[in-house]
């Protein structure tokens, strides 16, 4: 059974394949049918993998499949080979049963759009690129899959490309990630370098033999991973991509830019620990760049007014708690959160998908209101994924993964109090704008009348999702011992608090959100108006609407000295160069022209002029 | 002949042949600069003949009667032949003559005049240097032609058959290509 | 005793002579009598080089050069007929179709 393994990124990509080459030609039905039916088929595999590994495990605690050599230099060997073990197994699990719900529900969304089959086909080989990444014996072979899954989000971003905004979104997500992949391609050449090979579970073992903790080696490794991790997963410095990726079709925000590909970054931290155990200050880096993304987007995610903003910098801010956690060395923890993250995340697009349909692609959460008796099936869902978002404690899975994470904070070597504070008033963010955008959206008065209503094929996949983002935290004990298979398990240490204050602190944070919330929004809804009348409120909200201002930073730091840099070479210094060669060879092909007058005695006369001067030089030598 | 001692006879028959070789030369020149400024081509034709028949005897003179007789019948025959027949073929007449004869303006020696003269210097200043004023003439007749040429000349003899071949094919090819019919098979093929 | 040195001497006239043939005329006929001129001298002058070392290799070459004029007459006759019928003229400076 686990030799089938194989068959959960071919099948994947072999769909995409399908429709990119015939889909133009196949009805809409048919597309569907592929499209979907490929991530099914991968998900039932991937689920008959699960259950053989979970039932009768590898004796080593890992199943390794070795396809073909992909190339061969010397001891440079790389494979196409797979790995699972608890940690991939987790992921491949949930990343292809959320797709394959998005892709059901995508079935209904995209219904009518003229790029049907290219959507499914982008869709498809994301989850193939995807699942390569996860399964990737070696680094090369993840990074083909990171770079894939990178093409897909481009690709799938400018979808609509028609409009040149969204094409511009697709190239910033594209370059800025690119920055990433490029610390990251250095990091793994530096490990390739000095380790000698790129298998990961060899390289964790030379590392672990050859590197003593804290060597410069290790922390240089552990940053450059990590900067290909902040890149992928929209962390502090490089997030600006992931707000303006909104831009794609909302399937495509809720698999890629929410539930998975997103999270590559926490895998690719997770996979390669053994390197940030041996780096403590890298992965204090990991830790910082965690905490300071999950309060800054948290602080972000308040002033927006574009439904989908909301939502992806709540993603920013959950995936710095999944940094928090492996920072703290909770790396099943992060996990955790990961798989709850990726179940309540895709749940909030979805149904914020189905509410922008409904009210004509209106994004404006102003716009919106009283959708409650509208849009039942919406509210409820997006209420359990709020919920669970904010962490609703003991009935959500959210609460259950993030309270570990908090737990870990306070009680690890490298956390605590501080870093387990400013996780708190990230809940208390958290808690907030959840709550202020489901008062907005779904409660007061009806601003906007609904036209359509969500069939089956949209809601089902939501009321799933739903399911699992409220009992998918009740798995947590056995979910952590699954875990100690692949990783390490934590070490308790530091300030000794204990699950249950940690729990009832985070509990508190959570309601005070919430009653913040309902005061402000529901009860007074000119407060908020009132606080950005103040001077001070009016530059702090544009502040924290504007990322920190890390978009208006990077366009004055790196984007207008290139501009202006390439604006004062346009005529290129460089290529004067080779402008110049080409016309003195063209002035000489002229004048040689010239003497080509196609006259036959002009010619001979050349030719005795010839023999004249040659002799003469043989008579004066 | 080589073993023979040095007689009067001998002196007597080398005067004339010195004799020849000094008209024969003029004759060569005279008739070359005839041809030359002929305007009509039977006319240029016939000089022409009679400068490589004077060849003809300048190579006899030095010793080589195979390379005389091939001069005559090869030269004066055989290739003037085939000049007559194109000469005759274009059937140029009178108009063409008095063409020729305004092409002819004393302007357009001049330069090639010049340049050739220069050439002409050059020869002689080199030939000047280095060259036996004179040499007891051997004759070497076709036996020894043959045997150089049979013998460390073979590989020169096959290439100047495939040159002859490589002529026979392009003056076949350049006299058929003008029907309409292989015209058409041309078309065919291209 | 013959002279050798003005034999080479009237090689070399012919030679010229026939440089100023292919400089001067335009029509290609009297081009390729001009060619078989300095052809011609060129042949004398290996003779005469030959008959001044007593060997026969002078004439081997003469006999070359013979074979090449032939090759070269048949060829270039071929040309001028299917010049004169394709342009009606054997003017060399009327096809200048080569021109750079």
Known sequence: MLGLLWLVPAIPFAGALWLA?????????????????????????SLLIGAQFLSSPPASGAYTQTLWTWVGVGTFQPGIAFYLDALSLVMVVVVTFVSFLIHLYSTEFMHGDEGYSRFFAYMNLFVASMVTLLLADNLLLLYL??????????????????????????????????????????????????????????????????????????VAAGLLLLGGAVGKSAQLPLQTWLPDAMAGPTPTSALIHAATMVTAGVYLIARTHVVYELAPAAQFAVAMVGILTLLMAGCSALTQWDIKRVLAYSTIS??????????????????????????????????????????????????????????????????????ALAGLPLITAGFYSKDLILWSTANSPIGGALLWVGGLIGVLFTSLYTFRLIFLVFFGDVKTPVSHRPG????????????????????????????????????????????????????????????????????????????????????????????WGMDWLYDRLLVRPL????????????DSIYDGIAAVTTTFYRAASLTETGKLRWHAAWIAGGTVVTLAIVMLL | ?????????????????????????????????????????????????????????ILFDFGAPFAAALEVIIYAGAIMVLFVFVVMLLNLGEAAARAERALLKPSAWIGPSILTLILLAEFLWLLGHGVAPAVQVVSQGPVEVGMALFGPYMLGVELASMLLLAGLVAAYHLGTAKSPRSEATHASHS | MLPIREGFIVAGILFTLGVVGVLVRRNLLFVLMSIEIMLNAAGLAFVIAGTRWGQPDGQVMFLFILAMAAAEVSVGLGLVLELYHQFKTLDTDAISRMKG
Not at chain 1, 28 to 40: F, P, Y
Not at chain 1, 465 to 471: F, K, M, Q, S
Not at chain 1, 479 to 484: D, G, P, V
Request: aromatic share 12%; with cysteine; hydrophobic share 55%.
């Open chain 1, 21 to 45: 080459v015939v889909g133009p030609r196949l009805r809409e039905r048919a597309v569907a049918v592929i499209g979907t039916g490929s991530i099914a088929a991968a998900t039932i595999v």
């Open chain 1, 145 to 218: 899959g990171w770079e894939g899954v990178g093409l897909c989000s481009y690709l799938l971003i400018g979808f609509w490309y028609k409009d040149t905004v969204n094409g511009i979104a697709g190239q910033k997500a594209f370059i800025v990630t690119r920055a990433g992949d490029t610390a990251m391609a250095v990091g793994l050449y530096l490990l390739f370098h000095n380790l000698g090979t790129l298998r990961i579970q060899d390289l964790m073992q030379a590392a672990h033999d050859h590197w003593a903790v804290g060597s410069p080696l290790a």
């Open chain 1, 318 to 387: 959950q995936i710095g708690y999944m940094f928090l956690a492996l920072g703290v060395g909770a790396w099943g923890a992060a996990i955790f959160h990961f798989m709850t993250h990726a179940f309540f995340k895709a749940l909030l697009f979805l149904a914020s998908g189905i509410v922008i349909e409904a009210l004509h692609h209106e994004h404006n959460i102003f716009r919106m209101g009283g959708l409650r008796k509208e849009l039942p099936v919406a509210f409820w869902t997006f209420l359990a994924g709020g919920c």
């Open chain 1, 456 to 547: 089956m094929t949209m809601g089902g996949p939501v009321m799933v999702l739903a399911a699992l983002a409220i009992i998918g935290g009740f798995v947590k004990g056995s979910f952590e011992t699954l875990m100690t298979t692949a990783l390490p398990p934590f070490h308790e240490a530091g300030l000794g608090v204990s699950e249950l204050v940690s729990s009832t602190v985070a509990g508190v944070a959570f309601a005070l959100g919430l009653v913040v919330a309902w005061y402000i929004w529901v009860l007074h809804p000119a407060l908020a108006d009132q606080a950005v009348e103040f001077s001070g409120g009016r530059l702090l909200h544009r502040f924290w609407f504007s990322d």
């Open chain 1, 563 to 574: 501009v202006w840099a390439a604006t004062i070479n346009k005529n290129d210094v460089i």
């Open chain 2, 1 to 57: 002949m080589r073993a023979r001692p040095w007689m009067f006879t001998d002196f007597c028959r080398e005067g004339k042949m010195i004799a020849a070789f000094y008209t024969a030369s003029a004759v060569a020149i005279i008739a070359t600069i005839l041809m030359l400024t002929r305007v009509n081509a039977v006319h240029a034709l016939l000089h022409l003949i009679v400068s490589l028949l004077a060849v003809a005897v």
